[in-house]
């Protein structure tokens, strides 16, 4: 079974740009989770989809926003950029999703964004 | 809102000795605890995970131990290998919870051939 991929890989934007991030999950999952990894603030859960629908969602602004499609893919999108949105942004996929707590969840590679 | 602590941040072991590393948590509704290895230029790769049920887990050469009353679960690697080498988080899942699933800071493990 493939697992998660996550494209670009890596990605260099200016500051205002905005930007389109794409996870496709393992094949069956529903759930897709995205995250910010970065040195200074570790792992930090943005939002999660399930069914097209955005279920949960952190403490990240409103620049920060994504969608899910009918075959479960997602993209997380990123508006006027700010040079602290550098970081590896990483997307998890899931069968029934966090608010089944004990669901496994399968990280892709990360997209690499550096935001000069 | 729940809040994961991790320590110690960086661990240098000997090849063939163990290692542990432990986290605390703060909110008593978080059920599920995974914890994953993370290697250079990849994502969190899971490598073990423990229920609330369930006070030990064990798969091969890694071991988990939660314990609900104190607020802590710990991982535990014998027989380090170089191939261990990496970052280890754990995390803590509340269904209940605003965001759900909330990460430790991360160790980096070094095993010393």
């Known amino acids: 079974k493939a697992g998660v991929t996550q494209t670009p890989r890596y990605l260099i934007k200016t500051r205002g740009q905005q930007v389109t991030l794409s996870c496709s999950p393992i094949?069956?999952?529903?759930?897709v989770s995205w995250y910010q990894q970065t040195p200074g603030q570790g792992l930090q859960f943005l939002f999660e989809y399930f069914s097209e629908t955005q279920r949960n969602k952190g403490n990240f602004p409103g620049r920060f926003s994504g969608r899910q499609f009918s075959n479960s893919r997602s993209e997380m999108n990123v508006s006027t950029l700010e040079l602290g949105d550098s970081a590896l942004y990483l997307c998890?996929?899931?069968?029934?999703?966090?608010?089944?707590?004990?669901?496994?969840?399968?990280f892709g590679p990360g997209t690499r964004l550096t935001v000069l | 809102g729940e809040n994961v602590e991790q320590h110690p941040s960086t661990l240098s072991v000997q090849e063939g000795d163990s290692a542990v590393i432990k986290c605390t948590y703060s909110d008593s509704a978080s059920n599920y605890f995974p914890w994953y290895k993370q290697e250079l230029g990849k994502g969190p790769q899971l490598i073990i995970d423990?229920?609330?049920?369930?006070g030990e887990k064990k798969d091969q050469r890694i071991a988990v131990t939660l314990n609900k009353t104190a607020k802590h679960f710990s991982l535990h690697i014998t027989e380090t290998q170089p191939e261990d080498s990496a970052v280890y988080f754990c995390a803590a899942h509340n269904s209940g919870g605003y965001q759900k699933v909330t990460f430790g800071t991360g160790t980096k493990l070094q095993v010393i051939p």
């Open positions: 094949s069956g999952h529903r759930s």
């Open positions: 998890a996929s899931s069968l029934e999703g966090l608010a089944a707590s004990t669901d496994t969840q399968y």
């Open positions: 423990i229920r609330s049920n369930v």
